[in-house]
């Protein structure tokens, strides 16, 4: 996808395969925010690390399934339903992904450095979802 990409870039606009080198060539991260798809990359527990990793003063998680335990499942929806507008398919199409739900224990040990100022269940998804905004400390 990012080699696709890279035919739009420009001085101001780059894609990266890398978040470190996204960092990079930013010259520091203030904000990460992720709504509804870090349980969708390919190994979100390392991806939510690695996003830690590079420093941001602040990143705010939204909808992201935490659990007891990491575990992995098939999501099921239309096709329909994954993105703005309406299908030009003459019928609605099921797709199916892998969807995982991350350890809220190791969630959270990957914020380490980081103060978690508020956490609790999305306001939309009470029962399924968390959300939650963390602060780097100032003495990092």
């Known amino acids: 996808m990012v080699g696709r990409s890279k035919e ?54 939204q909808r992201v399934p935490i659990g007891t335990e990491t575990r992995c499942e098939v999501q099921t929806s239309f096709l329909n339903d994954n993105g703005p507008g309406t299908s030009l398919a003459s019928k609605e199409k099921l797709v199916k992904y892998g969807r995982t739900w991350i350890s809220e224990r190791e969630f959270v040990q990957a914020h380490q450095g980081y103060r978690i100022v508020q956490r609790g269940p999305h306001p939309d998804e009470r029962k399924r979802r968390s959300q939650a905004t963390a602060l780097r400390d100032c003495a990092r």
């Not at 203030?30 to 390919?42: M, T």
């Open 8 to 61: 739009l870039a420009t001085d101001k606009l780059k894609f990266f395969e890398r978040i470190e080198e996204a960092a990079e060539w930013l010259g520091g991260v203030y904000l990460v925010h992720s709504n509804g798809a870090i349980q969708y990359v390919r190994n979100p527990l390392e991806t939510v690390r690695t996003l830690c990793s590079v420093g941001p003063t602040k990143l705010v998680w």
